[in-house]
């Protein structure tokens, strides 16, 4: 990876990590702030202040730490320092239950709006979309079983209406996650509508980072494009080596190129070789030189240049649809869209947990890092949705009982008010021990993880 490409994903992931942490500590400050709870600091990173300022009537600290991997915001509390007698009526501790139980929560529940607003967004502005048609699927799996032929486009899932390929993947991975039989109503070239029942018992969870429904032989279908470059990726291999918008590939290292699967084959093969292009451009005959760069994808090691086909009329651009909605059905689709995504993250944690689903899908920074920088190579549409996902994704986690996290205080909370009277110190101190335990010890499957992704793929 190049210097630029590093700083791009570098910064494609602290911008969404600034995101993420800014609102959901703006929950928590929004919140309490409502509730005349007096905030000392709000602050972005842990370690060493970089930057700080004083705003507000409370003199409220905002500041930026070295280490920028969460945030937190303090307010005012007996527990942590004396309190002004005219102050107690402000310090955290003194508030009840109700109130502090929307101050921890209002955090989470930030994050989760934040997906619900992304989402409605792109409902509302129109996303481009690849349609629902299916590439003829590998030989003994499950499709192919079924009748599935290539170039049938699905319109539902088990009576679930269907109009993305996005659309399919999702409900698919729903019901295969508990083995139920897909029931895909398909449409044909000739406009011959077919059901086609797939079984999903070949369907691996620990294959989730993977094209998990080429198992199935649910595959896209890909068709014959000419091998004529749409866009050229700023700082790519290909960019290097001088490609432009435009130009068709007649040949690599000699071989005649007619068609897009050709040319990326090709470059797929030659992981840090260089390859050897004719192009036409302009009426006229240019010779390049490009290297392609290692890449990863279903976790195969491949050679990318950087190229991106052109886009045009015909079967290719029929491959596509733009889906929009209109202001009140975008508010309906955002709020399922947000609570299914959540209710999933909820049950592949729980399978981990119960040895159903394998530790090493758990991602961290590094992951979380290259996912941004891909996505915003993709384009806004694509890195709003990341956003949306990832937000979420902190949503669910800090809404777990585990002492130290948002849901733990609430589960101490849900106790105090069962019982009429506060959890005891001791409690909370061995609370606070096992929660960081907790908190270290995934962070540690998480890293473990990265870097087995980084060294192996």
Known sequence: MSPLDLAWYIGAFLLALAVLVVVHEMGHYLVARACNVKVLRFAFGFGKVIWMRRAGRD?????????????????LDEREGAVAADELHRAFNRQSVGRRSLIVAAGPA?????????????????????????????????????????????????????ATWQELRWESMRRALDKEELQLETIN???????????????????????SLRLLGLVLYRPRLPAVVGRVL????????????????????????????????TAGAAV????RFVVERDGGRVELTATPRLAEEGGRKLGRLGLSAKEGSGEAFEMTTVVSYGPLESVTRSLAQTWDTSILSLRMMG?????????????????????????????????????????????????LPVPVLD??????????????????????????QIGFALLALLMAFAFYNDITRLVSG
């Open 59 to 75: 003199g409220t600290e905002w500041a930026v730490s070295a280490f920028p991997l969460g945030g937190y915001v303090k307010m």
């Open 351 to 399: 399978r981990m947990l119960t040895g159903e689903l394998s530790w090493k899908n758990l991602s961290g920074p590094v992951t979380i890092a290259d996912y941004a920088g891909q996505s915003a190579r993709l384009g806004p549409d694509y890195y709003l949705r990341f956003l949306a996902l990832i937000s979420i994704s902190l949503g669910v986690l800090n809404l």
């Open 189 to 211: 070239a000739q406009r011959e509508i077919g059901v086609f029942r797939v079984a999903t018992d070949r369907f691996d969870l620990d294959e989730l980072e993977r094209d």
């Open 234 to 265: 700023p700082g790519s291999a290909a960019a290097e080596g001088g490609f432009r918008a435009g130009d068709r590939v007649l040949s690599i290292d000699g071989k005649a190129i007619a068609y897009w699967g050709e040319l990326a084959a």
């Open 407 to 432: 849901g733990g205080h609430l589960m101490y909370y849900l106790v105090e008010f069962l019982r009429g009277g506060p959890v005891s110190e001791r409690a909370l101190e061995i609370g606070q």
């Open 272 to 275: 840090d070789r260089p390859l």
């Open 110 to 162: 930030a994050n989760f709006l934040l997906a619900i607003v992304l989402y409605w967004f792109l409902f509302m502005n129109g996303v481009t979309e690849l349609k629902p048609r299916l590439g003829q699927p590998p030989a003994d799996t499950p499709a192919a079983m079924a009748g599935i032929a290539e170039g049938m486009t699905v319109r539902a899932v088990n009576g679930q209406p269907i």
